[in-house]
């Protein structure tokens, strides 16, 4: 559980400071301030939130987003409500680091996902921000765990409802976990 202040790093150039917590707001959301590095060679995957909605507001730097196909750009002092459901992925496409906002309301397992896929993309078993990467096991023992949370866009949503408790099952077997002790925050 992560506390107020509490910093995830990803590789040498990404950080989440989390400024609001889960408990902290009863469950009611989580808002976490981000540093990218430029993202120029990898974007997170196309993806929804099908039970949350999000609120980024840029500090410094740029983020660029597509959103239902549609791109958009951010620059500091601008802000951005995304709905739940919505197809989108969010980077930072300028040279310089980009500074946010980024609120998840509500909350649901939002920190414990943030933990996890952070620490697995250190370990290198994902790529940066969630890149799809083998094991294949691993990825849907995620997608399954995390379904309230997060959606790929692709593949299809019913063929996602199939797939993934499957292969999540096989994973489990295999020893893949949604959440590893070792990847969640220590105080700061």
Not at 143 to 152: I, K, N
């Amino acid at each position: 559980m992560a506390n107020p202040g509490d910093i995830l790093v990803q590789g040498d150039t990404d950080t989440m400071v989390f400024r609001k917590t889960t408990a902290e707001t009863g469950g009611a959301y989580v808002e976490v301030e981000a540093t990218y590095a430029s993202m120029t060679d990898v974007r997170p995957p196309v993806h929804s939130h099908p039970h949350q909605d999000e609120h980024f507001e840029v500090l410094d730097g740029e983020l660029a987003f597509l959103i239902e196909g549609e791109p958009h750009t951010l620059r500091p002092g601008e802000h951005l409500d995304l709905p739940k459901g919505r197809l989108h992925t969010v980077w930072n496409a300028g040279a310089e680091p980009a500074r946010f906002v980024w609120r998840t309301t509500p909350a649901l397992g939002t920190e414990t996902m943030y933990e996890t896929l952070w620490g697995l993309a250190n370990d290198g078993k994902i790529g940066r921000h969630g890149k799809p990467r083998p094991p294949l096991l691993q990825g849907a023992v995620l997608m399954h765990a995390y379904r309230r949370e997060y959606r790929l866009a692709a593949p299809p949503y019913p063929a996602q409802v199939v797939v993934y408790p499957a292969l999540a099952a096989l994973g489990w077997v295999c020893g893949f976990r949604p959440s590893y002790p070792s990847y969640t925050v220590k105080a700061s």
